[in-house]
Each structure stands twice: as structure tokens, then as C-alpha cells.
């Protein structure tokens, strides 16, 4: 015998707005949150390149 729900409830009534609203904050935050660390994303791995070219060639 099933437990809880079962299949997943429609998205109709207060609930599902509920879950709408829900769902949309956090994907705006996410989307928020990457723009914010794109950026230093991007500076780290500009740095670590420029560490490479600058270390010169290695020799085993």
C-alpha cells in the first residue's frame, strides 16, 4: 500500500501557487548567485592560466 501522496498532486489551488512561487525563488536566487560569482570564477582561471605560462617549461 502507497504511502503519502502517490503520484504527485495537480498544481491547482493555493498549493500549487505555492509551489509555483517557491520554485521561482529559487531559481532566481540561483541565477543571482551565479551572476554574482561568474566573475571570480573567471579571475581564478585567468590566474591559474597566467601561474602556467609564467612557471616556463617543466622537465622531467
Request: charged content about 15%.
Amino acid at each position: 500500500m502507497p504511502r503519502g501522496r502517490g503520484f504527485y498532486a495537480s498544481p491547482r489551488g493555493a498549493y500549487g501557487l505555492l509551489d509555483l512561487l517557491l520554485l521561482i525563488g529559487i531559481v532566481y536566487f540561483l541565477i543571482k548567485l551565479f551572476i554574482a560569482a561568474a566573475p571570480y570564477a573567471l579571475g581564478l582561471i585567468a590566474l591559474l592560466v597566467l601561474r602556467e605560462f609564467l612557471r616556463g617549461p617543466r622537465f622531467l
